[in-house]
């Protein structure tokens, strides 16, 4: 396993706020980050993301749109266990669905994969509007600086930790 940090944004610019992660890694992107930190922009490609984290990983942060019954807007973060391959669930083979990409689905197919990052992290934001269209809706525009900061608290706690 890898010294690096993965801080990958993922979502659809074309379904309004699933292009949460996408536009936190937007933000992100211009701002200075420790050695060894990644910041990437995967949009749809939660393949790539699952390819990308079998190169091995100590902390993995996914900035994403998750529906979880919260007000829109809510920030929450949360520790994921990349689930063990289960062949009765998902055959032998890896799972491999373009079209559902939610980040249960990126975690499956990682685990699917045999991928284990060190530490797995979601940087939620529940959505408003996931209809066809861009532009965050005013809840999650509004949500973004909050989660730019929890974002780079991680990663301050980690840097420190190191």
Do not use: W
């Not at 990409?101 to 284990?116: E, M, Q």
Request: glycine share 12%; charged share 20%; proline share 8%.
């Amino acid at each position: 396993m890898s010294g690096r940090t993965l801080v990958a944004g993922v979502g659809n610019v074309f379904l309004r706020d699933d292009a949460f992660g996408v536009e936190v890694i937007k933000l992100l992107s211009g701002r200075p980050v420790p050695d060894g930190v990644q910041v990437k922009d995967f949009g749809i490609r939660g393949v790539h993301l699952a390819y990308d984290l079998l190169d091995g990983c100590e902390l993995f942060v996914l900035v994403d749109a998750a529906q979880r019954g919260e007000a829109p807007g809510t920030v929450t973060v949360l520790e994921v266990e990349v689930p063990e391959p289960d062949p009765a669930v998902f055959g032998p083979g890896p799972v491999i669905d373009a079209h559902s990409l939610t980040p249960d689905g990126i975690f499956a197919l990682l685990g699917s994969l045999g991928g284990r990052p060190g530490r797995s992290l979601l940087v939620a934001c529940e959505p408003a509007d996931v209809s066809a269209g861009m532009g965050l809706s005013g809840p999650v525009l509004q949500a973004l600086p909050h989660a730019v900061r929890t974002v780079e608290e991680i990663i301050a706690e980690r840097a420190v930790s190191a």
